[in-house]
């Protein structure tokens, strides 16, 4: 028997959509996977071990077919830890050496580099930390050495690419506004991959979270000798226009840049993938900080949802990625999508917190997992049924304890998780009961960080 192929994966840091929910992806389409000991990875506000997680990359290089490597937590440690100062810029730099030495181990093994370009603000770790990331969300003024130091950083990553440690290169660009400081690192790390002769393999995109899925989808594509051909469909083509929130484009350039990121192409007709966006041309709500927009109209939802299942009638492979708001699923469109669409036939699906990072997931799932029912399962449970649905009933929760909902104690988080599992584990019976059988439907939740951001959603604890 031919002994599967592997991929390698460093993750950006340990949260379950960065390292567990990318690995499910490739073990689902056929692959191992290794990834460095959680040890080296940190956990939250406590960053990972990048000079260790450089000699383990190095030492490990040679048992994979391909690499998807985390640039940030070689550098930093994590993403959480690129947001602080503390590191000069050299010590950031060194580990990024082990990628060269790597390389010559096992020459033929592709590697694909993700690295975030700095957001404007600060990562949220408690209620008073809420405010200054909304004030600096507007204003980078203050945040000048950050920037100075990152952008070195990813300079340097353009520099690997030119000399060959990395094959791609995607820089993803994290909660940002139109404008801003960002906008000139764009330019200038545009401006280097030429002069290196290097633009051809960089993709400068819109997201971070989803990185991983999206390298993971492309080392596939070039194991494979393939190019996907992927069809852009929108619910609304003033929607596809509009920027959405914590983004610097329209919508349907941050599209185009993860199906080019993922080693695919668009395509009008004849397509291997058709990617629906689900995108009304209305005010986006805010499903994590309770920020309310219009709602959907239901007749527009039920149309698209119909639309959706006739493509899948008609045997298309169809992902579907609700960007309509952040942070969390369409009411009004995913309970459409439910009544009209075979759930469990989509060959993607996503909702999750930025557009960038909704799309990439959908797409990365069309092109490697090819609707693998646990992935579906796993993001309907998450993006709707967590972040839409069961957040908002923990946040009131968490009031009544009097716990902050971005940084709880032990007693609050035992509370918290009780109340997770009555509830999201109550739903996922009910809404996705009747699409998936029970063996494909999650049943371990639990909150990684102490706070309500995110969750674990597993089918082991």
């Known amino acids: 028997m031919t002994p599967r192929p592997t991929l390698g994966l460093v993750p950006l840091d340990e949260r379950p959509v960065c390292l567990e929910q990318p690995r499910l992806l490739a073990q689902d389409a056929g692959y191992r996977v290794l990834t460095p000991p959680a040890r080296l990875l940190g956990r939250f506000q406590v960053p990972g071990d990048g000079e260790a997680v450089a000699r383990w990359l190095a030492a490990n290089f040679a048992k994979a077919d391909a690499w998807a490597v985390s640039l940030d937590m070689l550098a930093y440690g994590g993403l ?218 239901p007749a527009q939802a039920e149309r698209f949802c119909r639309a959706i299942a006739a493509a899948l009638k008609r045997g298309a492979a169809v992902a579907v990625a609700d960007v309509a708001d952040a942070n969390g699923a369409d009411p009004e469109f995913s309970q459409a999508l439910a009544r009209r669409a075979p759930l469990r036939r989509l060959s993607g699906y996503a909702a999750w917190n930025t557009a960038g990072n909704a799309l990439g997931w959908a797409l990365a799932q069309g092109l490697l997992g090819a609707g693998s029912p646990r992935g579906l399962a796993l993001r309907l449970c998450d993006d709707w049924g967590y972040q839409s649905v069961c957040r908002a009933k923990l946040s009131a929760l968490a009031e009544k304890l009097g716990a902050d909902p971005w940084s709880f104690d032990e007693p609050a988080r035992r509370a918290l998780e009780r109340a997770l599992r009555a509830e999201l584990g109550g739903w996922t019976r009910r809404t996705l009961g009747r699409h998936f059988t029970a063996a494909e439907l999650p049943r371990r939740f639990s909150l990684p960080w102490s706070r309500l951001f995110e969750a674990r959603i597993s089918w082991t604890s």
Request: proline share 5%; charged share 30%.
């Open 80 to 297: 959480v830890a690129s947001r602080r100062l503390g590191k000069p810029a050299p010590a950031c730099l060194r580990p990024l050496r082990a990628l060269s030495l790597a390389r010559r181990l096992r020459p033929e093994a592709p590697v694909c580099g993700f690295q975030a370009i700095r957001r404007r603000s600060v990562t949220v770790s408690s209620r008073g930390d809420l405010a200054l990331w909304r004030r600096l969300h507007e204003d980078d003024a203050g945040l000048s050495a950050h920037r100075r130091r990152n952008h070195l950083v990813n300079l340097a990553a353009v520099g690997l690419l030119a000399d060959g440690a990395l094959d791609w290169l995607l820089l993803m660009q994290e909660d940002a506004t139109a404008r801003g400081a960002h906008k000139d690192e764009q330019t200038a790390l545009k401006r280097r991959a030429r002069e290196l002769g290097a633009a051809d393999r960089l993709f400068l995109g819109a997201g971070t979270d989803e990185a991983a899925a999206v390298a993971l989808a492309r080392l596939d594509c070039a194991l494979k000798r393939r190019r996907p051909r992927v069809k852009a469909v929108y619910s609304s083509a003033a929607g596809s226009r509009r920027i959405a929130p914590y983004e610097d484009r329209p919508l349907c350039r941050t599209l185009a840049g993860q199906v080019a990121a993922a080693g695919a192409s668009l395509c009008r007709r004849n397509a291997d993938l058709e990617l629906w966006a689900w995108c009304p041309d209305r005010a986006p709500a805010d499903h994590a900080l309770g920020r309310s927009g219009r709602r959907s109209s």
